[in-house]
T-cell receptor, first 114, second 115 residues
Framework: GDSVTQMEGPVTLSEEAFLTINCTYT??????LFWYVQYPGEGLQLLLK?????DKGSNKGFEATYRKETTSFHLEKGSVQVSDSAVYFC?????????????FGKGTTLSVSS | DTAVSQTPKYLVTQMGNDKSIKCEQN?????MYWYKQDSKKFLKIMFS???????INETVPNRFSPKSPDKAHLNLHINSLELGDSAVYFC??????????????FGPGTRLTVL
């Protein structure tokens, strides 16, 4: 069935390191793709999104490109900060239902140390 | 000026009890959702309502009953609570419905603990 697969965590990095969190999806059709972030003790916040192939979403130094040929939407940041420590969720819109539910990956915990 | 709010934030209760979680959005959105996040942080859709009408009902025990008195509110009532119901429940809302994918805005979550 339709799903989202993200790399297993936790990811542990030093401040200013380069970050990549891999995300691939399966879908019948062309879903929109999202990255959400959950800071400790908080709800989910939209980090960035892309709605069609080759779109690049970007926000707060993070970016991800919608790659239809590899069905991927990898999250990258050139230089992480301690404040980026959080759980990151890749998600895709569900195109097979009457509504627009999000299908989430299992989340990747990022821990950045100074 | 909170966009999507939920009450309570924490809920601790005994097995067999009935409890409700409330959700309100002031974004003027037409569609609202309930998601469940388990202990491993996996998020899954439970229900979706559009203009007070149920449009998504995933495989959820019928002990869970959503109610939407108006399009700004979507409450979740849970009967006969079980240990496995312990989770964080997130409410969300989005502008539209149908084939156009929309950004969903999430509430802060309600952490339910069943003892």
């Amino acid at each position: 069935g339709d799903s989202v697969t993200q790399m297993e965590g936790p990811v542990t990095l030093s401040e200013e390191a380069f970050l990549t969190i891999n995300c691939t999806y399966t879908a019948t059709g062309y879903p929109s793709l999202f990255w959400y972030v959950q800071y400790p003790g908080e709800g989910l916040q939209l980090l960035l999104k892309a709605t069609k192939a080759d779109d690049k979403g970007s926000n707060k130094g993070f970016e991800a490109t919608y790659r239809k040929e590899t069905t991927s939407f990898h999250l990258e940041k050139g230089s992480v900060q301690v404040s980026d420590s959080a759980v990151y969720f890749c998600a895709r819109s569900s195109v097979n239902q009457a509504g627009t539910a999000l299908i989430f990956g299992k989340g990747t915990t990022l821990s950045v140390s100074s | 000026d909170t966009a999507v709010s939920q009450t309570p934030k924490y809920l601790v209760t005994q097995m067999g009890n009935d409890k409700s979680i409330k959700c309100e959005q002031n974004l003027g959105h037409d569609t609202m959702y309930w998601y469940k996040q388990d202990s491993k942080k996996f998020l899954k859709i439970m229900f979706s309502y559009n203009n007070k009408e149920l449009i998504i009902n995933e495989t959820v025990p019928n002990r869970f009953s959503p109610k939407s008195p108006d399009k700004a509110h979507l409450n979740l009532h849970i009967n006969s609570l079980e240990l496995g119901d312990s989770a964080v429940y997130f409410c969300a809302s989005s502008q539209g419905v149908g084939g156009s994918p929309d950004t969903q805005y999430f509430g802060p979550g309600t952490r339910l603990t069943v003892l």
